[in-house]
């Protein structure tokens, strides 16, 4: 099966995504292909709220039946929500990567467009993994 790679959010190159919710702050979670890559999800450990947090700063732990893998946020700033159901249900981030299996909300720290300028869109990103 092809993985998604949604049009109306930004890539890391660690395979995070970001969506820009439009009122200075975003939702985090992995990618369609990261969560391909690794396998059934059974935990994920998220970051404490409040927490600050620099872009490319590690806030958690995804664990799948193959490996644990990093969880990594792109961008600064303030973890305002952490998705709850994925204590009960981690395999919300296979099975919705980028609506229920969402991992954190972040108020962001600087201007959208600055947070944004080191990420790459849809295309950008479908040619990065295309490496």
């Given at each position: 099966m092809?993985?998604?790679?949604?049009?109306?959010?930004?890539?890391s190159?660690?395979?995070?995504?970001?969506?820009?919710l439009?009122?200075?702050?975003v939702?985090?979670?992995?990618?369609?292909?990261?969560?391909?890559?690794?396998?059934?999800?059974?935990?994920?450990?998220?970051?404490?709220?409040g927490?600050?947090?620099?872009?490319?700063?590690?806030?958690?732990?995804i664990?799948?039946?193959?490996?644990?893998?990093?969880?990594?946020?792109?961008?600064?700033g303030?973890?305002?929500?952490?998705?709850?159901?994925?204590?009960?249900a981690?395999e919300?981030?296979?099975?919705?990567?980028?609506?229920?299996?969402?991992?954190?909300?972040?108020r962001?720290?600087?201007?959208?467009?600055?947070?944004f300028?080191?990420?790459?869109d849809?295309?950008?990103y479908?040619?990065?993994?295309?490496?």
């Amino acid at each position: 099966m092809a993985s998604v790679i949604r049009e109306n959010v930004w890539y890391s190159e660690e395979h995070e995504w970001v969506l820009d919710l439009g009122d200075g702050t975003v939702k985090i979670g992995i990618s369609d292909i990261a969560q391909h890559r690794l396998g059934d999800i059974v935990f994920v450990e998220l970051p404490d709220l409040g927490q600050e947090v620099e872009a490319e700063d590690g806030i958690g732990t995804i664990e799948s039946v193959k490996t644990v893998a990093d969880l990594f946020t792109p961008v600064g700033g303030t973890v305002l929500e952490i998705n709850g159901k994925l204590e009960s249900a981690p395999e919300l981030v296979n099975e919705e990567p980028y609506d229920g299996g969402w991992m954190v909300r972040i108020r962001l720290k600087e201007d959208p467009n600055a947070a944004f300028a080191k990420l790459l869109d849809a295309k950008g990103y479908a040619e990065f993994i295309e490496k």
